[in-house]
């Protein structure tokens, strides 16, 4: 049975197919496509996973799961769907811009908690374009995924301090004992148009 540690390109270029044709179908027809058998074998592990719209003027909707409690055809299904209709920083998607938008697909592995005897530790605990991070202190949560620092040039220090603002805590935050900080990789799945 396939998990995140034997993803193909292959598998990569159906997740993504496969969260378009959701999305249009939801779009256009207000249905919910019914995936194949095959397609829901082949991905019946339970991952994390988030879906991706970005246009030309950048990011168009982004939502997922970061923990591994549904099976990855589920939670494509429902991430798909949310990330093109129920971003709340964005209108719904609408049909006419379906062709505008390019998807992507990222499958996660299960965070965990990175351990340190001092916040300075975590600077050479996470690297770059490896890790996604998740910060935690109280009622407050952020997550942003592997590509996120390398689209906008971040170092090891910018990526924490993004992530605690998205989490909406001030930035220095994860020099908090009370923090806690969670790393998981991706593998990021995207469509190319020429």
Same mark, same amino acid.
């Given at each position: 049975m396939k998990d995140y540690n034997n993803l193909s390109k292959e598998d990569g270029k159906l997740l993504v197919s496969t969260a378009r044709k959701i999305v249009t179908e939801y779009i256009k027809n207000n249905t919910k496509l019914k995936l194949e058998n095959e397609f829901?074998?082949?991905?019946?592990?339970?991952?994390?996973?988030?879906? $991706?719209?970005?246009?030309?003027?950048?990011?168009?909707?982004?939502i997922g799961y970061?923990?591994?409690?549904?099976?990855?055809?589920?939670?494509? !299904?429902?991430?798909?769907?949310?990330a093109a209709t129920k971003d709340p920083r964005?209108?719904?998607?609408?049909?006419?811009?379906?062709n505008s938008i390019i998807?992507?697909? $990222?499958?996660? $592995?299960?965070?965990?908690?990175?351990?340190?005897?001092?916040?300075d530790e !975590?600077?050479?605990?996470?690297k770059v374009g490896r890790d996604g991070l998740i910060v935690?202190?109280? !009622?407050?949560?952020?997550?942003?995924?592997?590509q996120v620092p390398v689209d906008y040039n971040w170092n090891e220090k910018e990526f924490l301090e993004h992530t605690c603002?998205?989490?909406?805590?001030?930035?220095d935050s994860w020099k908090d004992p009370t923090t806690i900080i969670e790393s998981f990789e991706g593998i990021i799945f995207k469509? !190319?148009?020429?």
């Open positions: 829901k074998n082949n991905f019946s592990f339970k991952s994390g996973v988030f879906v $991706t719209l970005n246009n030309k003027q950048g990011l168009r909707g982004c970061p923990l591994p409690n549904k099976l990855l055809y589920d939670a494509l !299904y429902d991430a798909a769907i949310s964005f209108p719904p998607v609408k049909d006419k811009d379906l998807f992507e697909v $990222t499958v996660l $592995t299960s965070p965990k908690k990175i351990i340190v005897n001092n916040p !975590y600077l050479s605990k996470i935690k202190n109280g !009622y407050h949560s952020g997550l942003l995924l592997p603002e998205k989490a909406g805590l001030s930035k469509e !190319y148009h020429n």
